[in-house]
Structure formats: C-alpha cells, structure tokens
C-alpha cells in the first residue's frame, strides 16, 4: 500500500523578483515495507521535500496524501493529530529539547502521545542498538553530534510510527554507526513493514534502500 503519495508538488519562497522555485512538479509514492532514498546535494530542496511529505509544510501548489488521506482536506488539528499517531521525524537539526536529560526526552513523547508507543523492552532494543544506553542522564550539549543524531533517531521511532522520515540521518556518523543505523531503518521496513523515508546526500545508505529517487534543483526523478 503506498503510505505518501506527492502529486504534482511546486515550492516557491519569497516574492516576485526574490522568488525561488525550490521543488518542480514533483510526483513521488513511498510504500508501506519498503525503504526510500531521496539523494541530493546540498540546497537541491530534501529538506524541502521532506518535510512538505510529511506535513510539517505545506506547499504552493500539488496535493500530499498520507494513508490515504489528502492533507488539504484537514484542519490544523487534524494534520498534527494525524502527525502524532502516524509519523516520526529525524529532523535534520535533531530537534532535542535543550534542558532536557537525554530519558526525559523520550519521557517528553510519552506525555505528548499516551498510547501506542514502543514497550519498554522493544524500546530498550532500540537503544541499545543504537548503541545510547549510557548516555541516558546527559544534556543534548554534552553530546557529540553523532550521539544526538541517534538519540533523535530513538525518539522519533520511540512512538512507533508507521511511517518514519529521517532528513541527513547519518551526517554525523562513522561507517561503523552507518552500518547500524541503516540496518535498524531497513529492519524497520521489512520486518515491521514501516515505510522509511530518509533525504541525504549519504550514498553509504544506498545499499540498504529499497527504491532510490535523486533531486536536483527541485526535480525528483526515480533512480532505476
Ligand atoms: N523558508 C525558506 N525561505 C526561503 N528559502 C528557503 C527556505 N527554506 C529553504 N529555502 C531554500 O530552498 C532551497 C532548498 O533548501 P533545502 O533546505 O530544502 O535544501 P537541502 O537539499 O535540504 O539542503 P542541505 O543538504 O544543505 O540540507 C535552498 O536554496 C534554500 O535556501
Ligand atoms: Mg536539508
């Protein structure tokens, strides 16, 4: 089943003179139980891209529908509602809350969404996969940035969405953690059947996708 379908998606900022095309027609469908790679260079519109797939923007003209459902159609309730139950994002700047304890972010996401979250022993797995168990009474600056782009990683699966978008999510990360991560996102798809979706310009990630698009200046095009 396909989970996020872009139809036809433009994304202009700024006005008149100073406006700028970022993202082009842009057609793309992502599956449950599958990993999707979107590879770009730097300012070619993936963080664009992600988040306008993921609810976060909306764009200038195009329709997003997620599980069926066509973003346009709902309040702003409603998309974050559907935001909470069914998505997790990496976020490209990792987003943690600056004075919180590494625990109590996690802690945070419980409070935000009750239900439906990971078990404690299947939360426990991710952390220790991601190799953060003894980071767990720390304050996001006194990480290094590999140690928060995998504390963002476990807090974006931790309300175990059905989809997940991760934006760079391996930047910050030696070929070792590489490996792990994109093992845990393609576990994730197959044996789960999440669908992961993951913007980079890492091509140590290509192995592990299932289906590749690339972007370039704002044109997405399948990689067969
Ligand atoms: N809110 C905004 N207002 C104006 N221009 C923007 C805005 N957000 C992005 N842009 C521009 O859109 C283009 C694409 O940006 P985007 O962040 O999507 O690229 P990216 O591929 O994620 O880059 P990077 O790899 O550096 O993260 C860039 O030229 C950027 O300057
Ligand atoms: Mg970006």
């Not at 469908?29 to 070619?44: I, R, Y």
């Not at 988040?51 to 346009?72: F, H, N, R, W």
């Not at 070792?176 to 996102?185: I, Y």
């Amino acid at each position: 089943m396909a989970t996020v379908i872009l139809n036809e998606i433009n994304k202009y900022f700024g006005e008149k003179k100073n406006r700028i095309h970022v993202l082009t027609e842009v057609n793309f469908k992502a599956q449950e139980g599958e990993l999707c790679l979107v590879l770009g260079p730097s300012g070619s519109g993936k963080s664009t891209f992600l988040t306008i797939a993921g609810g976060i923007q909306t764009p200038s003209s195009g329709e997003v529908i997620i599980e069926g459902v066509k973003l346009d159609n709902l309040s702003k309730k409603q998309r974050e509602r559907l935001r909470l139950e069914k998505i997790g994002f990496v976020l490209q700047n990792y987003s943690l809350v600056p004075y919180l304890r590494v625990k109590e972010q996690f802690e945070l996401a419980k409070r935000v969404k009750r239900e439906g979250n990971l078990s404690d022993d299947d939360f426990k797995k991710i952390i220790n996969q991601l190799g953060i168990e003894d980071l767990l009474d720390q304050y996001p600056k006194e990480l290094s940035g590999g140690q928060r782009q995998r504390v963002a990683i476990a807090r974006a699966l931790y309300s175990n969405p059905a989809i997940i978008f991760a934006d760079e999510p391996t930047a910050a990360l030696d070929s070792q953690r590489v490996t792990e991560v994109g093992n845990l996102f393609k576990d994730l798809a197959h044996e789960q059947n999440k669908s992961v979706i993951i913007v980079t310009h890492d091509l140590r990630l290509k192995q592990y996708a299932d289906r590749v698009y690339e972007i370039m200046d704002g044109t997405l095009k399948e990689d067969n």
